[in-house]
């Protein structure tokens, strides 16, 4: 059996979700051989194959500074460059992790697995894969001026989680390197849209890629998620699993319980408001 490391970059505005998130994993995904965890800020785990891996400092991959650096340089405002490092940090895991798996799991850090999964490639198929069912055109571009051309696939495969397998990322990445004369890094960074907010994904790069050069070895595999704008509960959990696999509590969704609630008591009211407004302009509803 082919056991996946699993690799979730983080940042410590998400350890309370990414808590969650490990539990999760360790109760559900099948077979992984270890979690780490990447993030600045030490994340401590008691138990289990849980380790926290620190950002790397090597040169092979830039720093969030420099990321940071490189977008302010460009469009001024870098509130995003944390986005565009992450993604770094996803496709370029095995240059820093110790002994990582030849196939790894990514999973962002808000991912919240809610039943039992098995994702480790198996028969040959050495990508299996997710679909999401959105379009967003400057994701393809990125990817056109990326590599050349555009993405034969007509679907976004950034579905929160992705098997990478690492002799077919080096293989992507000589690529990259051959056609921009410079390392894989640098020249993500160059094809980058600094007006926008989010003009590339890691996942649509690598998953068009495969499906483009290697379709034989790609299967789809499809997981059902759903978005959700609270972290869920031990009920919340339960419900959610009926139909999902996992649950992707987005920190720029995330609002407190408190506020979902009132927001949803303000609504009640207003449907019952309207009801009775009907009943006395229509009076009581006969058959």
């Given at each position: 059996m082919t056991t996946l490391d699993i690799v979730i970059p983080a940042h410590e505005k998400d350890f309370a979700v990414l808590e969650?998130?490990?539990?999760?994993?360790?109760?559900y995904v099948q077979p992984f051989g270890r979690i780490c965890v990447v993030s600045k800020q030490r994340f401590d785990w008691q138990g289990g194959p849980v380790e926290w891996v620190p950002?790397?400092?090597?040169?092979v991959l830039p720093s969030l500074e420099q990321v940071r650096a490189r977008w302010s340089a460009e469009h001024g405002d870098a509130s995003r460059a944390g986005w565009i490092y992450q993604q770094i940090l996803k496709l370029g895991a095995g240059t820093y992790i110790d002994g990582?798996?030849?196939s790894y799991l990514v999973i962002d850090s808000d991912v919240i697995f809610l039943r039992s999964v098995y994702l480790a490639p198996e028969d040959g198929a050495r990508f299996p894969y997710s679909v999401a069912f959105e379009y967003h055109e400057p994701y393809r571009e990125a990817y056109q001026r990326l590599v050349g051309e555009y993405p034969t696939t007509g679907y976004s495969l950034t579905a929160h989680h992705m098997v990478y397998d690492r002799a077919l990322l080096s293989e992507l990445m000589r690529e990259i390197?051959?056609?921009?004369?410079?390392?894989?890094?640098?020249?993500?960074l160059d094809v980058v849209d600094y007006q926008q907010g989010s003009s590339i994904s890691e996942m649509d790069v690598y998953g068009w890629w495969v499906l483009d050069r290697h379709p034989e070895l790609a299967t789809r595999r499809q997981l059902v998620w759903r978005d959700t704008h609270v972290v869920p509960g031990a009920l919340g959990r339960a419900m959610l699993a009926r139909d999902c696999h996992f649950a992707a509590?987005?920190?720029?969704?995330?609002?407190?319980?408190?506020?979902?609630f009132s927001s949803a008591a303000v609504q009640l009211m207003?449907?019952?408001?309207?009801?009775?407004a009907w009943r006395r302009a229509c009076g009581p509803f006969t058959r």
């Open positions: 969650h998130a490990v539990r999760g994993v360790l109760r950002e790397p400092s090597n040169s990582l798996s030849p390197e051959q056609r921009h004369e410079k390392s894989w890094p640098e020249a993500y509590a987005h920190a720029w969704m995330r609002q407190p319980r408190w506020l979902r207003r449907e019952v408001r309207a009801d009775l």
